[in-house]
């Protein structure tokens, strides 16, 4: 300040006054962006496909994989879902640790998930809608092949519209087809 000069006292209230209420602005602009982020995660979960599938029905094959699984899927959610992969492997619901199919059940709790790839035309579920997807799995070779029901735990991993990818694990009691006679 130069000398005599005198200082305007309500020019320096008025900056003031403007620099307070110019943080302020940029505190609720901050508390706002925050918040609408939040509220759109969370909306996408609620509309994020979620799959969930009807009674499962199996049939013997012959080779490895040794059974195939027919699902007819439904998606649930509000998004449309792009399948990615089918993972399947068989469960020890049934056998008895201690019964006669004790060899089973160890050899059960030992085999490797069996994965099935979506290659080609991507499998796409829309919402609200059903699609079958069949998917191979192995019991080994010690479990009986005259049973009536299988458990298999069933790994979807599918994608949304966005490209968020979700990994949705399930577990069913599949009964198997029985052959027609000839």
Not at 22 to 40: E, F, N, P, Y
Request: charged share 25%.
């Amino acid at each position: 300040m130069e000398t005599g000069e005198i200082e305007n006292p309500k020019r320096n209230r008025r900056a003031d006054i403007a620099i307070v209420i110019s943080v302020l602005a940029l505190i609720v602009g901050g508390i706002s962006l925050w918040d609408s982020h939040k509220a759109t995660r969370r909306d996408n979960e609620r509309a994020r496909p979620i799959l969930a599938p009807g009674v499962p029905r199996a049939s013997w094959g012959a080779g490895e994989p040794n059974a195939s699984l027919l699902l007819n899927v439904r998606n649930t959610g509000d998004l449309t879902a792009t399948m990615i992969e089918v993972s399947t492997r068989p469960l020890t619901l049934g056998f008895d640790e201690n019964g006669p199919d004790k060899i089973c059940y160890a050899d059960i709790l030992k085999a490797k998930p069996l994965v099935t790839r979506i290659e080609g035309t991507p499998e796409i579920i829309l919402h609200s809608h059903n699609h079958p997807i069949v998917a191979s799995f192995s019991l080994p070779a010690s479990c009986p092949t005259n049973r009536n029901t299988v458990g298999v735990e069933v790994i979807f991993t599918y994608k949304d519209v966005v490209n968020n990818v979700y990994s949705q694990p399930e577990d069913l009691l599949a009964d198997f087809v029985k052959e027609p006679t000839k």
